[in-house]
């Protein structure tokens, strides 16, 4: 079993920057792709970052390019989503993902941690 828990959400101003955390608990084997997701009220639950355990390839979408970055401290089991230039479009809770590949599809994972709501106001 893999447990995630999310930090560092919160309220920001566009053009504002957040980082979010996520410490990952339990096998390795398990959690061969990590990601971050958001979901908006009434969206569907959208990718928004992932990267694999091992290797240099992510995946993000144009709505993120070039201002979300994902990183993760091995020694530290820790996903990281440094967020800038934060938009309004942006606000959403915002979820940690685990799982076996790299998928941009939510059903793609099986461990998610509980989200952390990041808010970007005008």
């Known amino acids: 079993q893999v447990q995630l828990v999310e930090s560092g959400g919160g309220s920001v101003q566009a053009g504002g920057s957040l980082r979010l955390s996520c410490v990952a608990i339990?096998?390795?084997?398990?959690?061969?792709?990590m990601a971050w997701f958001r979901q908006a009220p009434g969206n569907y639950r959208e990718a928004v970052a992932s990267?694999?355990?091992?290797?240099?390839?992510?995946y993000y979408p144009d709505s993120v390019k070039g201002r979300f970055t994902i990183s993760q401290d091995k020694a530290k089991n820790t996903l990281y989503l440094e967020m800038n230039n934060l938009k309004p479009e942006d606000t959403a809770m915002y979820y940690c993902?685990?799982?076996?590949?790299?998928?941009?599809?939510?059903?793609?994972?099986?461990?998610w941690g509980q989200g952390t709501q990041v808010t970007v106001s005008s």
């Open positions: 339990g096998p390795t084997y398990r959690r061969s792709c």
């Open positions: 993902a685990a799982g076996l590949g790299c998928s941009i599809s939510h059903e793609g994972y099986p461990y």
């Open positions: 990267m694999p355990d091992f290797g240099a390839i992510t």
